[in-house]
């Protein structure tokens, strides 16, 4: 069975240039999460998607940020202009139910650095 | 403070060895908890979920101290392919906070 699929696996991108990171969750989960991990700080939560429709963003850092979910196999994470504090490892995650069950399947990550 | 604080380690352990991770969480309110493994450079996968009574899977048992906030992590008899950081997380009403994990190095 198919996990969840993130891309790109690596980007290295310059400050001021445009990232638009991608996943497809597994099918039939109705919850998608987007996580950055930096050393520093860890796994934060960035913003969650219940059916397609955005329930929590406080965890996005600022106007640079922004995702969306067009349906139910896709989602995006975009970061413009991007930064070099914007470098870490960016993870979608999926889920049958919301997070009190703990039960999170995670993609591979993407990782990113700006230069 | 943060929400959920663990030693970073690395904890450093010869086989067959037998070791234990603490974790703290700030929030009183938090319902559930559980540990997860996450190898270099991989995703974060659940090993297990924290119940109250404790609970044991295999070599791994988890405890919950709700008076005193904590929860921890035995590894009995440990193997090569336990090293890994092991992250703590509760939940915060409907979000899961992880920690910022426990290294652990198994050697032979």
């Known amino acids: 069975d198919a996990g969840v699929i993130q891309s790109p696996r690596h980007e290295v991108t310059e400050m001021g240039q445009e990232v638009t990171l991608r996943c497809k969750p597994i099918?039939?989960?109705?919850?998608l999460f987007w996580y950055r991990q930096t050393m520093m700080r860890g796994l934060e939560l960035l913003i969650y998607?219940?059916?397609?429709?955005?329930?929590?963003d406080s965890g996005m850092p600022e106007d640079r940020f922004s995702a969306k979910m067009p349906n139910a196999s896709f989602s995006t994470l975009k970061i413009q202009p991007s930064e070099p504090r914007d470098s870490a490892v960016y993870f979608c995650?999926?889920?049958?139910?919301?997070?009190?069950?703990?039960?999170?399947?995670f993609g591979e990550g993407s990782r990113l650095t700006v230069l | 403070r943060k929400e959920v604080e663990q030693d970073p380690g690395p904890f450093n352990v010869p086989e067959g060895a037998t070791v234990a991770f603490n974790c703290t969480y700030s929030?009183?309110?938090?319902?559930?908890f559980f540990w997860y493994r996450q190898d270099c450079r991989k995703e974060p996968k659940l090993l297990m979920s924290?119940?109250?009574s404790g609970n044991e899977d295999g070599r791994f048992t988890a405890q919950l101290n709700r008076a005193s906030q904590y929860i921890s992590l035995l590894i009995r008899d440990s193997k090569l392919s336990d090293s890994a950081t092991y992250l703590c997380?509760?939940?915060?009403?409907?979000?899961?906070?992880f920690g910022t994990g426990t290294r652990l190095q198994v050697f032979p």
């Open positions: 995650a999926s889920s049958w139910t919301g997070q009190n069950t703990g039960e999170l399947f």
């Open positions: 099918s039939g989960h109705d919850y």
């Open positions: 998607f219940n059916n397609n429709v955005p329930i929590d």
């Open positions: 929030n009183s309110a938090s319902q559930s």
């Open positions: 924290v119940y109250s």
């Open positions: 997380v509760v939940t915060d009403t409907d979000k899961l906070i």
